[in-house]
């Protein structure tokens, strides 16, 4: 009885066992598709004939009808499992194919094995797939069977399949540069993988920088499925051909939660939609599964992100060819189309990005930058090309131009580069180049006397190829030579940075060395020794700072008047003379210093000489009180959704009335006029009672009105400042008047549901809710929905969010041009925003939100 017990026991426990690993194991293969993508799949080799030529599969980003597709599958001799190859032609979701579209090829078959087989694309054709099944004496009409009974299922896979290749191929040459560099030459993978990152249009953490080297690369390279951004130019060459706006796949895929709220690229969701879409395919004979082709050269490199099952249900691989329709060449840019590149320059690279297919697959091949005079070569008759090559690593294209041709060009010359995309040539963008030529350097004028020994001047010099400079140095007149710190401060010009601090007056050569030249451009130049001199010092009545002009100004430590101490605050030079703000912090002598009392200032130099200056205060400058403020709003038609709770903030299509009061003069000068600017002067008008926007109200008071839209211009935003400026020109102090923030447009939320939350939300709402949710026209979210913020100039936020901490909040990237924005679910009418002007006010927005079913 006691062993029948057991073994009862014992038997139970293996059946609790063996449903735990069978639960493990449904939960595991319910999620296929979060597994990735590392699994080695089958060799197949395909080129493409069009019009004589032929190119390998990496080289070619579309079909079109008469292409002679050629096929081989690359199976190895101890293949135990024959495999069955059908190519297939699509036409759309709702057009099933012809059976005649249907190639089937015997890869086991020794003439398919040795030469592969030949494929024309049909007229009509749009998508173009490959299927590879276990043969099972019946496959052929069975894969035939299914895909012409759902071909809108391989419509959306052959183009889910091909939008994941293209951000894979632009992943993984990310990933294998940051490797590679961060093995070879750890002390440049900041500055490489920052080029890299804009040349892929990868999503770069800048806190990996932070890190010990150690740590930088695999930091860089951690959360995958984020790094891939958006690639409007990919996304281009697979929208899909069903009803409906092209890119609505890609949106809706890349708002997904996998997708992590829709700033990354759709590649993740098109690999999760694709397994969805290919399941529902699925019999009991055959199960289908993507193979991602990541072509080099002639070959298909397969990955798989599932085993394949040779038994049943068997895998079908599901494989992805180029779309039958005209794709767009690159949108290739340079990074600035300003610059001027030196041509002589050895390694040169060409700053160009907005394409990260040409830098990420083969599909954009046989470069060459093609040089001719500025003019245009139809009129000079001379023009060369040089190869090129896209190297994602430096930011551009990397130029093989060493040695130039005996024909080379001078002076203004253009560069355009010129590529095949596919079978096709595309130009690409225009760069301006210089050659090395040995010229004449001008300096500028207003550094003509600028060198003064003692100390470090900046000098400006020019020449037509002043890209081309390679080193700069000076040259005493003992011959002693070293070399100076230099930046190019504009396409032609130089600013070097000239140490005199130990040098004698007298005669100086600075050596300009350029690319590919032997010797150096010489410029004569000529230092002086100067003293401190005093021309004048300026101070106004009731002011404790004042202005002290002269040369070898920065020879002073102090200036005393009255009794007051003036300590240097800011040096300046302008008009080859010093300027030297100085400021006091003793109590101000009133009487000392009214206006017109005559005043001497005694300067104190470095080496304790004393210098007199005889000078007069000048009168006081004018001084305003600001008395109220009021914002008004503005006259637009469109009802303001978005609530400041700043007072401080000021829309910018609103209108601030202020009012003034003088303090200095007693009374308000009708000529007097009131400039208001932003915080860091980009910005600033003058108010006056001659342009309408000054209103006297008394002889003190004046009623001020400013319409920032109008007066500052759609760009303006951040705090403002006013002051006074009198009708001499004499200008008051900087006063804080308002924060200028500009506001979007938001026109409503419109949130669906999810099929599911749909079905859930069904069964549950009430005739209560239903009466809620359509008073005037508007609803609450409800769980499960996808929601998006719809408006005008939506880059004007910084976040939104559904509570007022922010919790989940959805934070605006740089660069977003969308008039659409994916937000989590409102929990009522109300959504919580912070303006991109002012990121540290939580504002409220009350919008119309509507909910649909999908």
Known sequence: MLLRESVWKLSKLRAAVLLLLLVSACAISARPETAAFDLIGPKVD???????????????????????????????????????????????????????????????????????????????????????????????????????????????????????????????????????????????????????????????????????????????????????????????????????????????????????????????????????????????????????????????????????????????????????????????????????????????????????????????????????????????????????????????????????????????ITGVLRGNWGFGQFDGPHFRLRISRAGQWTVASKDASALIVGREDTLHIKSYDASCVSEVMIRDEAGKQASVEWKAAKPDELEVKVPLQNASAGSLKMLVKKFGLHDADEIPLHTYAEASRLDSFSIHANDSDGVLKGTRLDEVTSLEVNGMTFNPENLSRANQQDELRLVSHDPLVTAAFDTGVPIVARVTLMDGRTLDLNAFVEPPRPKLALLSKNVQAGASDIPPMIHLRNPEELPQDARLNFFLKSQLPEAFPPNEKVEVATADDAFHVLLSVKDGNLTLQDSKTVFAVLDPMKLLGPSAFGPLKFRPIGSDGVEGDWQPLMNLVRVPELKGVHCVLSAKAAETNATEINATEKAQSSEKGTSSAKTGENCMLTGDKLFLLDAVSADPDFTGAVTVPDGFVDAALSIPSPKGKTLYIKLRDDPATVNTAVVPILSSQP
């Open 46 to 412: 395909v080129r493409v004939q069009r019009g004589g030529k032929t190119l390998p599969i990496a080289e070619v980003p579309n079909l079109q009808a008469g292409d002679r597709v050629w096929v081989h599958p690359d199976l190895p001799d101890s293949q135990s499992v024959r495999y069955l190859m059908v190519i297939v032609f699509l036409r759309g979701a709702t057009n099933p194919p012809p059976e005649n579209w249907f190639t089937r090829v015997e890869t086991w078959n020794k003439t398919v094995r040795q030469e592969g087989v030949y494929v024309a694309v049909p007229n009509e054709a749009e998508e173009a797939i490959v299927l590879l099944a276990p043969e099972t004496g019946g496959a052929f009409n069975t894969l035939r069977v299914a895909v012409r009974g759902k071909p809108g299922a391989f419509v959306r896979a052959t183009q889910d399949l091909l939008q994941a290749s293209l951000d894979r191929a632009r992943l993984d040459k990310y990933l294998d540069a940051v490797r590679e560099t961060s093995a070879s030459d750890p002390d440049q993978l900041k500055a490489k993988t920052t080029l890299l990152a804009r040349s892929l249009n990868i999503r770069l953490d800048q806190q990996c920088f932070d890190k010990p080297t150690a740590q930088q690369a695999p930091c860089l390279t951690q959360n995958t499925d984020q790094l891939v951004l958006d690639d409007a130019h990919s996304q281009n060459m697979v929208a899909t051909l069903t009803t409906g706006a092209p890119t609505d796949l890609l949106a809706h895929l890349s708002s997904t939660p996998t997708a992590r709220g829709g700033y990354y690229s759709p590649y993740i969701g098109a690999v999760v939609d694709v397994v969805r879409i290919l399941g529902t395919a699925h019999s009991a004979q055959y199960q289908y599964i993507p193979a991602l082709a990541l072509p080099k050269h002639d070959e298909l490199n397969l990955k798989l992100n599932n085993p394949p099952s040779f038994r049943n249900p068997k895998s079908v691989l599901v494989i992805g060819l180029p779309p039958v329709r005209p794709t767009l060449p690159p949108p290739l840019r340079a990074v600035d189309a300003a610059q001027i590149s030196c041509l002589s320059k050895p390694d040169l690279v060409l700053t160009a990005d907005g394409a990260p297919l040409v830098y990420a697959t083969e599909m954009a091949h046989n470069f060459v930058l093609h040089v001719e005079n500025g003019s245009g070569e139809k009129q000079s008759g001379a023009g060369f090309d040089l190869p090129a090559k896209p190297d994602p690593a430096r930011g551009g294209i990397a130029i093989e131009n060493h040695p130039l041709p005996a024909s080379a060009l001078d002076g203004e």
